[in-house]
């Protein structure tokens, strides 16, 4: 009977330290599929501007100012389809400050720009579930694109800011 017990006991333990490996397949399934996602997500980049290279300092006593306009040819924008999950008013193009797999993440992000003084939307893309933080919208794409720049220039030491993007809603 002891050693039934004994027996039993230890077939039990095997089982027990055998279930609680992880599968190498279940992670390498995951990295395939979020590798997936990455490739299917277009990417967005921003155009660069050159200046001339000047090759004699030019020394002036009246302050230079250096203004970037923002034209319809240089703004790049993301164009999806997506439903409104909490906030109110949402125009064609949007400024995205931040996107979640999360819902909650999403809802801290808003809670948080809304003491700044915004007034921040959620909306989901159920095509790649992912939910969008968008912080301000406009009908006009110049408008967006400079509201976009203005929130990187107010939050320089936020990293994840300075990938702020434009969305395009599509209905």
Do not use: H
Request: overall charge positive.
């Amino acid at each position: 009977m002891k050693s039934y017990l004994i027996l039993g006991t230890g077939l039990c333990l095997a089982m027990m330290l055998g279930s609680c490996k992880s599968s190498e397949s279940a992670y390498k399934k995951a990295y395939e599929k979020a590798k997936q996602q990455e490739l299917a997500q277009p990417q967005v980049s921003e155009p660069v501007e050159v200046a001339p290279v000047v090759s004699t300092p030019v020394v002036t006593n009246t302050p230079t100012t250096t203004t970037t306009t923002t034209t319809p040819a240089n703004v790049s924008i993301r164009e999806e389809k997506v439903t409104m999950v909490n906030g109110n008013g949402l125009k064609a193009y949007g400024v995205v400050c931040g996107s979640f797999a999360s819902q909650s993440n999403a809802e801290a992000l808003k809670t948080w720009l809304d003491k700044e003084g915004y007034s921040a939307v959620i909306v989901k893309n159920e095509e790649r579930n992912m939910y969008r933080v968008v912080v301000e919208s406009y009908d006009d794409k110049i408008q967006a694109a400079q509201a976009r720049d203005a929130f990187k220039a107010k939050y320089p030491s936020r990293a994840d800011f300075q990938g702020a993007w434009l969305l395009y809603r599509v209905y």
